[in-house]
Structure formats: structure tokens, C-alpha cells
């Protein structure tokens, strides 16, 4: 029993690590959409990374209060496009929210401004060959790299910790919806790349 026990505890904490890094097998009954979205960002990550550029930072705060929405409308119209109001979502109530998910959650210290950088967002067909969320999430990824636009926010905006003068720090906001979408199923998807200064812009 006791050899059961010891044997457990190093299997447990692999799986939940695995699964973390994408491993997960997708089941489009039960779509874990945090595992997805946050997959998205580590994913961005990988690329910026390779590029000596700045990381985002996933922010359920922007995610559940800006993207979600967002998406959702892309999802019920079925299109993809950039709806007008994004702006008007980032309230100064939001903003200090922003702020304290930086500290509490990434111990970014001394944020005193929220900005909204850029938006992107796609719509990727399903495929066969793609099973899992990590599958799904890198290929939103490279999607969005075949795109001179949305590339840039990918790889290279912000890319610097310090700019003018001023630190900054990036939290993205990422939300994914499983849908139609000229007659093929697959994700619509939606980052919000926010931005915090040190001071004031």
C-alpha cells in the first residue's frame, strides 16, 4: 500500500504538468477553453522567446472582461472582424483591476498605467491531425503568423521592457469559442495584447 501511495505521488504531479503544457487529448463535448487560452499565450511566448522579445503575460482579467466578449460576438455572427467598442470596455474600475492582477498575480510592481495595445483575432478550421489543446493552440498560433499584422503583435510588438524611458510590462488577454463558421466547424479566436506602464504615458 504504502509502495501504491509513493508510486501515485510521482505520477499525479506528471500528469497535471502534462496536461498543463498541452498534452491534454481535446474533447469538443467538455472544451476546457482557460486550459486553451492560456496555452495560446505560452505558445506566443515560445516565439518571442526565440526572439529575445519581451513575454506576455496571460491575464484572466482582460480574458473574462475584454476578449470574452469580444469573441462571443465574432462566434454569434459568425465573422471575423474587429467589432467597435473595444476601447469603451476599458474602464477605469477595469483599469485598477488590471493593475492589481499584475501585482497579485505577476508581481509586476509600481504599475500606474493600463493601455490598450492591439487586437487580433482569427478563426482556425478544425483538423484531424490536430488532437490535442497544445496541437490547437500552436496552430492558432502559426495562423496568425501567416498574417503580416497579427505577426507583429505576436513576435515583435512591445518587444522591449523599456521603452522611452518608461518599464512596461504586457498582460494579453486571450478567449477562444468553439463554432461555424463559413459552413466549416472550428475555434474563433481573440487576443487582446493590454499593456502597463511604470508611469504615466
Known sequence: MRNLILILMFILPSVGFSQRNGSKVMDFTNIDYRLLDSLIIVEINVVRDSLGNSNMHYSRVVSDNISKSRC??????????????????????????????????????????????????LFKSRYYKLVTYGDYAKSIVDLWETSRDHCYVVRAAYDKQI???????????VSTKYGTYEGRNGFYAVLNLTVIYKRDI
Open 72 to 121: 462571443q460576438k465574432l462566434h454569434g455572427e459568425q465573422k471575423v472582424y474587429h467589432p467597435d467598442g473595444r476601447l469603451e470596455l476599458y474602464s477605469e474600475k477595469l483599469e485598477t483591476s488590471i493593475l492589481k492582477e499584475s501585482y497579485s498575480t505577476h508581481k509586476f510592481k509600481g504599475g500606474v498605467s493600463v493601455v490598450d495595445g492591439f487586437e487580433i483575432c
Open 163 to 173: 521603452v522611452d524611458g518608461k518599464e512596461l510590462f504586457l498582460m494579453s488577454g
